[in-house]
């Protein structure tokens, strides 16, 4: 999986507790981000980072946050779980935008009950 | 807007035979193409892409996928199918930033 990890890789918490995945790195690349993938959706963008503090929101970015404050290093935080929010989480990096093909590392399932 | 189509939920094929897992694209300007391969609770593994240039990408475990620029297409296609092909295919397309559009998905079964 491309030098990265995810952790916790599963994960059951209840509604309203706050939750944190992390995602490391060791190829080095500039751009990290986050999915989640739902049956019938594929995968969706939450978010993504474009470098250490630099982060930006994705296509379903409400209810989560994320901090990168080294470049191996990339967390995403619920910081109140809800129900909607139970899914796989993927983490994925590439060197730069556009032409780059995107690693992805091996999930994370996360309940909220 | 970008969007990906993935028309079948399901493609059925015999070992031995060829297969075809259908994608079209719509993006405004010129897309960058990708398929990938997810095995049952793993994550998703890079198969080929398009980015510019011969419209027939060759790539891992023997796949390839064609470009159709008129008909907005990029089908995925292997000559001779593998039981160990069965798994969950997702097309993804890129116009350009950086989020990848993923189409929901197709499974691939191949009977022995």
């Known amino acids: 999986d491309a030098g990265i990890t995810q952790s916790p890789r599963h994960k059951v918490t209840e509604t309203g507790t706050p939750v944190t995945l992390r995602c490391h790195q060791t190829e080095n690349h500039r751009y990290m981000y986050w999915y989640r993938q739902d049956p019938g959706h594929g995968l969706r963008l939450i978010h993504y980072?474009?470098?250490?503090?630099?982060?930006d929101k994705g296509e379903v970015s409400d209810g989560y946050s994320v901090s990168r404050s080294k470049t191996e290093d990339f967390l995403l935080t619920l910081e109140s779980a809800t129900s909607s929010q139970t899914s796989v989480y993927f983490c994925a990096i590439s060197e730069s935008t556009t032409q780059e093909t995107q690693y992805f590392g091996p999930g994370t399932r996360l309940l909220v009950l | 807007a970008q969007s990906v189509a993935q028309p079948e939920d399901q493609v059925n094929v015999a070992e031995g035979n060829p297969l075809t897992v259908k994608c079209t694209y719509s993006?405004?300007?010129?897309?960058?193409l990708f398929w990938y391969v997810q095995y049952p609770n793993r994550g998703l593994q890079f198969l080929l892409k398009?980015?510019?240039?011969?419209?027939l990408v060759k790539g891992s475990y023997g796949f390839e996928a064609e470009f159709n620029k008129s008909q907005t297409s990029f089908h995925l296609k292997k000559p001779s199918a593998l039981v160990s092909d069965s798994a969950l295919y997702f097309c993804?397309?890129?116009?350009?930033?950086?989020?990848?559009?993923f189409g929901k998905g197709t499974t691939l079964s191949v009977s022995s």
């Open positions: 993006v405004s300007g010129n897309p960058y």
């Open positions: 398009y980015i510019t240039g011969d419209n």
């Open positions: 980072s474009y470098g250490v503090k630099d982060t």
């Open positions: 993804a397309v890129r116009e350009s930033g950086t989020a990848l559009i």
